[in-house]
């Protein structure tokens, strides 16, 4: 299991990848992100929903109402424009993040 440490950095592109193609919501995404990770990363509730706070008050997403399913309605999310740019950036990052730290990995390391 991957440290929540490990990945803090890199949530919001998560979400954000699983908003490219279609709106979501908040336990459906948490559980893509556990299935997608093979079980390596599960996103907290409180991690979940602070990334869409942060992202929504940035203009990455909006949130919106769904159709009601039983009883509570449902909040779902959508990347934005600006979303879409962020994302961009960060997969450049995210590159550029590789390129640094691979120079530091050694494969070959045995204790």
Known sequence: MISSDSIRGYTDIMILYLLLDAP??????????REQSKEKYVMKETTLYSSFTRMEQNGFIESFYGTETAGKRRTYYRITPVGR???????????????????????????
Do not use: P
Not at 24 to 33: P, T, V
Not at 95 to 106: A, G, M, N, S, W
């Open 24 to 33: 979501s919501y908040g336990y459906e995404i948490s559980r893509r992100i």
């Open 85 to 111: 740019a962020y994302y961009s950036e960060k997969l450049q990052e995210w590159q550029l993040t590789k390129e640094v730290v691979d120079q530091f990995i050694r494969s070959d390391f045995k204790e």
